[in-house]
């Protein structure tokens, strides 16, 4: 199966501010087809997840342009620029290049 | 609006089985492949299966964990999919999500609660 690794597992922010999470993949989530499946999710404190970015870097329909994804092969980061409250919670990237389908273990994200 | 909803959960013993469904709304449900998605207390996300539309011969794909335990099964004329799960043991306790997509998803339900204890 293909690990994906998160870092850090936790996060503290100001609003306004910046971060970034870094996951990381055992196996170049390349596939066959060319195109490079990690996704971000976020799932907000007693809510389901909710995709973020897919293909990389591609922003899910109605996600701020604040959500930026960027990497490739087995390296890729998540930015999210001038943080505000409702971006709190917890980041989960995920791979569908190969099943099963697997995630990280998360990154949380707190207020300072 | 794109909607689903999960039912079937609840409390079961070690070694029981149960049938979760999750019904959807606001999309083409025959064009998209379906998920099941876990997530123990406190822990983070497990996708648990998959199952293919009809254009894929409803080709269906398990976590290795689970396999032999579930099965996920859909209904296009219901634009419903189900996952039913046996020999069911204390870490199978979870939230169950129903997710569309195929190799990310788009949409996630508000999930249904599985209690394995005697």
């Known amino acids: 199966d293909v690990v994906m690794t998160q870092t850090p597992v936790s996060l503290s922010v100001s609003l306004g501010g910046q971060v970034s999470i870094s996951c990381r993949s055992s196996q170049s989530l390349v596939h066959n087809n060319g195109n490079t499946y990690l996704s971000w999710y976020l799932q907000k404190p007693g809510q389901s997840p909710q995709l973020l970015i897919y293909k990389v870097s591609n922003r899910f329909s109605g996600i701020s342009d604040r959500f930026s994804g960027s990497g490739s092969g087995t390296d890729f980061t998540l930015k999210i620029s001038r943080v505000e409250p409702d971006d709190l919670g917890v980041y989960y990237c995920?791979?569908?290049?190969?099943?099963?389908?697997?995630f990280g273990a998360g990154t949380k994200l707190e207020l300072k | 609006e794109v909607q689903i909803l999960e039912t079937g959960g609840g409390l079961v013993k070690p070694g029981g089985s149960l049938r979760l469904s999750c019904a959807t709304s606001?999309?083409?449900?025959?064009?998209?492949?379906m998920n099941w998605v876990r997530q123990a207390p406190g822990k983070g996300l497990e996708w648990v299966a998959q199952i293919r539309n009809k254009n894929y011969n409803y080709a269906t794909y398990y976590a290795e964990s689970l396999e032999g335990r579930v099965t996920i099964s859909r209904d296009d004329s219901k634009s419903s999919v189900y996952l039913q799960v046996s020999s069911l043991r204390a870490e199978d306790t979870a939230i169950y999500y129903c997710t569309v997509g195929r190799r990310y998803f788009d949409y996630w339900g508000q999930g249904v609660m599985v209690t394995v204890s005697s």
């Open positions: 606001g999309f083409n449900f025959n064009d998209y492949f």
């Open positions: 995920g791979q569908g290049t190969q099943y099963p389908h697997t």
